[in-house]
């Protein structure tokens, strides 16, 4: 069974802080990689694509690690607006896109 | 404005009763989902579609059914058959299928049982 684990948290971190949110997938042969973010009774959103060599986004940093089955996002100078839940997302991409989502882990960043 | 409309925002559905959902996009995409998300739940695959008149179930299509008559619209009935209703219903739409497409989100539709 294919599976997206993450941990549940919630991760509590003062403004400023950085945090890192680690996530494993259970398929090998998964393709493509996604955090998203979701706000409390509302829809996920994009947050950002994960790339095989890396990628940043503004604080944000992606690491994707095949060989492990492992996918992070960092979190860089931490803000209040940053308090969400964050989803890893894998793209199993056998001939179709649905996605596996983790449960997400929840972010609560304080002043 | 380019995007997914789900509607209604909160729906009420009474004891053997059918209910539908609605989902239309304005993105041209090619596929759209939809998941159902329980409270501290990671969202779970209902039905999805990858053209018109045609579409799959996902993880959890009991007592769910869909349509795909038009590319823009995507509509979910949830049927009497689904006996734990209750929950987050979100469409999502997806460019074309395969690749490093990532799926966007409507706001959701909460669902709950009177």
């Known amino acids: 069974r294919k599976e997206v684990e993450q941990d549940p948290g919630p991760f509590n971190v003062p403004e400023g802080a950085t945090v890192a949110f680690n996530c494993t997938y259970s398929n090998s042969a998964s393709q493509s990689f996604f955090w998203y973010r979701q706000d409390c009774r509302k829809e996920p959103k994009l947050l950002m694509s994960v790339y095989s060599s890396g990628n940043e986004d503004g604080r944000f940093t992606a690491q994707l690690n095949r060989a492990s089955q492992y996918i992070s996002l960092l979190i860089r100078d931490s803000k209040l607006s940053d308090s969400a839940t964050y989803l890893c997302v894998v793209n199993e991409n056998s001939g179709y896109s649905t996605l596996t989502f983790g449960k997400g882990t929840m972010l609560l960043v304080s002043p | 404005d380019g995007g997914i409309t789900q509607s209604p925002k909160y729906l009420f559905r009474k004891e053997g009763q059918n209910v539908t959902l609605s989902c239309e996009q304005n993105?041209?995409?090619?596929?759209m989902y939809w998941y159902r998300q329980d409270p501290g739940q990671g969202l779970r695959l209902i039905y999805y579609s990858q053209i018109v008149n045609d579409f799959q179930k996902g993880d959890i299509a009991e007592g769910y059914s869909v349509s795909r008559e038009k590319k823009e619209s995507f509509p979910l009935t949830v049927t009497s058959a689904q006996k734990n209703p209750t929950a987050f219903y979100l469409c999502?739409?997806?460019?074309?299928?395969?690749?490093?497409?990532?799926?966007?989100f409507g706001d959701g539709t909460r669902l709950s049982i009177l």
């Open positions: 999502a739409s997806q460019f074309r299928q395969g690749g490093n497409q990532p799926q966007h």
């Open positions: 993105l041209n995409h090619d596929a």
